[in-house]
C-alpha cells in the first residue's frame, strides 16, 4: 500500500503570503495525485487533479506541481477564505490513500 | 448541477447494520465511478471503498473488507454501503464522492455533505 505524508501538519501565515504545503509518496505515484480543502464542519472540495490541473471553479491562486513521489500546493496570496485544512490523495493504485492534512491557520 | 445526497446515517450498536445511500443527480450516473470515504471525528480523511460504472470493478480498504459492500443502481441514480459487523472504529461521517470518470485510477470532483454513523452502545 502506499503511504502519504504530508508537512507540515499545521502552520500559522498572515492574509497575503505565500504558502507551499508538501506531499510525498511512499513510492511513484506519477502524476496521481489530487488536492482536497476542508473547512470545519463541511465536506471536502476538491482543488487539484492529476497533481497540476485546477478543479473548474477553483482559482488561479492555487498550483499543483511535482511528479512521482514529491509534490506540492502553493497559494500564491492567501485570503481569509483560504483558512482551512488541505489534504493530499493518491490514486494511482487501490487502496487510496490520504495524506495527514494540513491546517492552515490565520496568525 | 451535480448534486450528492447521502442517507442512512445514525445510531447503531457494535455488531449492528446500517445501509447508507448516496442519491445522485445533475448528471449521468451510469457513466461515473463512485467512492465511499469517511472521517472519523476530529480525523482526517479515509478511503473505504470504490465501484466502477458498471459495477464490474470494486475495491475496499483492509479495515472494512468482509464487513462492508459497496453497491449501485444505475436505474435509480443511486450508491448504496451495506455495513455489518460495525465497530466503534467504524464511527465517522461518511462521504459519498464522484470520480471525473467511469474507470478505475481517476480523481474525485465531487463529494456529497456526508452521514454520520454512530456505533455505540
Known amino acids: 500500500d502506499i503511504q502519504m505524508t504530508q508537512s507540515p501538519s499545521s502552520l500559522s501565515a498572515f492574509v497575503g503570503d505565500r504558502v507551499t504545503i508538501t506531499c510525498r509518496a511512499s513510492q511513484d505515484i506519477s502524476n496521481y495525485l489530487a488536492w482536497f480543502q476542508q473547512k470545519p464542519g463541511k465536506a471536502p472540495k476538491s482543488m487539484i487533479y492529476d497533481a497540476s490541473s485546477l478543479q473548474s471553479g477553483v482559482p488561479s491562486k492555487f498550483s499543483g506541481s511535482g511528479s512521482g513521489t514529491e509534490f506540492t500546493l502553493t497559494i500564491s496570496s492567501l485570503q481569509p477564505e483560504d483558512f482551512a485544512t488541505y489534504y493530499c490523495q493518491q490514486y494511482k493504485s487501490y487502496p487510496l490513500s490520504f495524506g495527514g492534512g494540513t491546517k492552515v491557520e490565520i496568525k | ?121
Open chain 2, 1 to 121: 448541477e451535480v448534486q450528492l445526497v447521502e442517507s442512512g446515517g445514525g445510531l447503531v450498536q457494535p455488531g449492528g447494520s446500517l445501509r447508507l445511500s448516496c442519491a445522485a443527480s445533475g448528471f449521468t450516473f451510469s457513466s461515473y465511478s463512485m467512492n465511499w470515504v469517511r472521517q472519523a471525528p476530529g480525523k482526517g480523511l479515509e478511503w473505504v471503498s470504490y465501484i466502477s460504472s458498471s459495477s464490474t470493478t470494486i475495491y475496499y480498504a483492509d479495515s472494512v473488507k468482509g464487513r462492508f459492500t459497496i453497491s449501485r443502481d444505475n436505474a435509480k441514480n443511486s450508491l448504496y454501503l451495506q455495513m455489518n459487523s460495525l465497530r466503534a472504529e467504524d464511527t465517522a461521517v461518511y462521504y459519498c464522492a464522484r470520480d471525473v470518470s467511469g474507470r478505475p485510477w481517476s480523481a474525485v470532483d465531487y463529494w456529497g455533505q456526508g452521514t454520520l454513523v454512530t456505533v455505540s452502545s
